[in-house]
């Protein structure tokens, strides 16, 4: 289960809300039964259920646990926002690969109509769902996902990454696999600290060659990710496990 750092004081954590619910409700949970809680950030601990209340499950630490389920290379993944409930799957799947962020964003052809309005309602599930596919996956850290950028703004972030892949379908020369190797190598090589990857991936309709153009002026590689075209739900996924698998984290 995760908590927020507040919740996680000294070895002590109280959970609450639907985590408490399933819990008390649905394990059945009983005085002495074991718990894994993770603050999501830096601590985790086998727990000890000593006390449940209306709504609240209260735990003490048997014995803290190691972080070790992290993926050293850090990637994230930027989407263009797809139609229906794909972002969902894309939050769902890669969390459980090991994605440690999701930046949605806008396009060029980007569908669907952005309403700043119900932002805060698709943002809030989409957390959710991260938090639950983080959990199902025995993650120690929930990915975050961040608010939809512009593509001004998502160009603009592309510094803050130690690489950045745009994957373009009509992309000539680099494959994926030629960029990714290298990468991995040095990044796992070199760096005390994990190397971070931003994964590029477009709408429905694909980038246009102007976007390109401006990714790769603002840092970003062009890469094809093979000869077959894939749904804007999966290019993202693929390439992630692209990437773990070179870098040694895919078992
Ligand atoms: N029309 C389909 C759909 O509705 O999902 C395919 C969309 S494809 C154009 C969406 C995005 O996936 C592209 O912008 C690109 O980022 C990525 N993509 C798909 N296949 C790819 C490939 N072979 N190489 C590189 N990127 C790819």
Not at 165 to 170: D, M, N
Request: glycine share 8%; net charge negative.
């Amino acid at each position: 289960y995760f908590v927020t750092p507040a919740q996680f004081e000294g070895d002590r954590v109280e959970i609450t809300g639907d985590d408490a619910r399933h819990i008390a409700k649905v394990m059945r949970g009983r005085l002495g039964d074991k718990l894994i809680v993770s603050d999501g950030v830096s601590r985790e601990a086998l727990m000890e259920i000593e006390r449940i209340d209306a709504g609240s499950v209260f735990a003490v630490v048997i014995e803290p646990m190691e972080m070790s389920q992290e993926p050293r290379l850090q990637v994230s993944i930027a989407q263009s926002l797809p139609k229906g409930d794909k972002m969902e799957t894309v939050i769902q799947k890669c969390t459980e690969i090991g994605a440690v962020s999701f930046v949605p964003f806008l396009s060029e052809r980007t569908i669907v109509q952005y309403d700043a309005k119900k932002e805060g309602k698709r943002l809030e599930r989409w957390r959710k769902i991260a938090k639950e596919a983080a959990e199902q996956a025995h993650r120690n850290r929930i990915p975050s996902v961040e608010q939809p950028l512009t593509w001004k703004n998502l160009l603009a972030a592309f510094s803050g990454y130690d690489a950045v892949y745009f994957c373009y379908e009509k992309e000539q020369g680099s494959q994926l696999r030629d960029v990714l190797k290298p990468f991995a190598e040095q990044a796992l090589r070199e760096s005390a600290k994990p190397a971070s990857l931003l994964l590029v991936v477009g709408p429905e309709g694909g980038f246009t060659e102007e976007e390109c153009r401006a990714a790769e002026a603002a840092g970003a590689v062009a890469v094809g990710l093979g000869r077959r075209i894939l749904r804007c739900e999966t290019a993202g996924m693929t390439a992630l496990a692209c990437a773990l698998y070179e870098s040694g984290e895919m078992g």
